[in-house]
């Protein structure tokens, strides 16, 4: 069975992601998102949770920090999970993994946030050129990214 990490920031980025939940019994799934009160009821609701450090880059000293934290925890996980895919909707949180998983070996999905429909994220422009499958939930994002796929809104 494929091993499949689901991994994106809080808030309305791991909303997206969770549209995807039905496809987490399909695969052998791992879901990593960022360390906060309201993520901690996930552990309870899906097998195989892991947490990585809550930053904001509002206070940009701490932020760089704790993204260097993050980049190292993402590593470990990986070489624990070693998963087959990974799956995203971003943002910072998200991007180290999908660079190591493609250092490794793993396919790298990225489904750019339904938020933007005519600008793309900084998340979306950093992973764009090695992921294996870009979707887009508009139309119109195809011109932003040419190699992309369309496929619709994951809502």
Known sequence: MKKVLFISSTGGHLNELLQ??????KY??????????????LKNKYDNVYYLVYGTKKELFKYIFKFLFNIIKS????????????VTTGTHTAVPMCYIGKLFGSKVVFIETFANSETRTVSGRIVYPISDLFIVQW?????????????????
Do not use: Q
Request: charged share 20%; net charge positive; no cysteine.
């Open 28 to 41: 052998k799934s791992y879901l990593i998102t960022e360390n906060t009160k309201s993520n901690l009821e």
């Open 75 to 86: 590593l470990i996980l990986y070489i624990k999970i070693r998963p087959d895919v990974i």
């Open 20 to 25: 995807l939940n039905s496809l987490f019994k």
């Open 139 to 155: 139309e119109s994002m195809l011109k932003l990214y040419p190699k992309a796929i369309y496929g619709g809104w994951i809502y």
